[in-house]
């Protein structure tokens, strides 16, 4: 059964630098997601994405994020100089076309770690 | 605005007890869609399952039913005959036609704990 996959599953950066982090969303989905779950808190919305473009951001994602499909299968989130508060597993998902099967399928989780 | 409640941050149980785990949302839409996840200790997130607003069935699946009750905004998770592999944290989420992305809002989350 296709998956969402997420590399790296554990990245630690020091505070300023940039980081990447990668998802390959299921082949046939269209539209695409990224969550941020601060360590013992609930999942939250950071961005969506169709068509190549950005179609609904939440407030977290400020000026420091960014998102990326640039070669058709990979999906990245961009976070350009990280803070101690961007510490949080980032779960990537995807859904299909068919707006009647509303379900999104969610990769395993990058955890990064903010020193 | 929409909104998910879990007012229920943490609940033991002891192995073969029932257990409901509570949920309430807010929502102005008249189309939308209800979901729970499992979220063991590993941290990935597991699609337990997905309701729509016009489906008012209660579903059972094994040890696991649920009751979607669109009168007091609440769609309760219940886990008959509970089992150490159950210890998780469990997520409500609800997803919004008219936001016409979908994104999902959850809820904080339901620390559930089975002790043997």
């Known amino acids: 059964e296709p998956e969402v996959t997420q590399t790296p599953s554990h990245q630690v950066t020091q505070m300023g630098q940039e980081v990447i982090l990668r998802c390959v969303p299921i082949s046939n989905h269209l539209y695409f997601y990224w969550y941020r779950q601060i360590l013992g808190q609930k999942v939250e919305f950071l961005v969506s994405?169709?068509?190549?473009?950005?179609?609904?951001k939440s407030e977290i994602f400020d000026d420091q994020f960014s998102v990326e499909r640039p070669d058709g299968s990979n999906f990245t989130l961009k976070i350009r100089s990280t803070k101690l508060e961007d510490s949080a597993m980032y779960f990537c998902?995807?859904?299909?076309?068919?707006?009647?099967?509303?379900?999104?399928?969610f990769g395993p989780g990058t955890r990064l770690t903010v020193l | 605005a929409q909104k998910v409640t879990q007012a229920q941050t943490e609940i033991s149980v002891v192995e073969k007890e029932d257990v409901t785990l509570d949920c309430v949302y807010e929502t102005r839409d008249t189309t939308y869609y209800l979901f729970w996840y499992k979220q063991p200790p590993s941290g990935e997130l597991v699609f337990l399952i997905r309701?729509?607003?016009?489906?008012?069935q209660n579903e059972i699946s094994g040890r696991y039913s649920w009751n979607f009750q669109k009168s007091t905004s609440s769609f309760n998770f219940t886990i008959t005959a509970s089992q150490v592999v159950d210890s998780a944290v469990y997520f409500c989420?609800?997803?919004?036609?008219?936001?016409?992305?979908?994104?999902?809002?959850f809820g904080t989350g339901t620390r559930l704990k089975v002790l043997a």
């Open positions: 998902a995807s859904r299909p076309r068919d707006r009647a099967y509303n379900e999104q399928f």
């Open positions: 994405f169709y068509n190549n473009e950005i179609s609904e």
């Open positions: 309701r729509n607003s016009f489906d008012e």
């Open positions: 989420a609800l997803s919004e036609v008219v936001s016409g992305t979908y994104k999902y809002i």
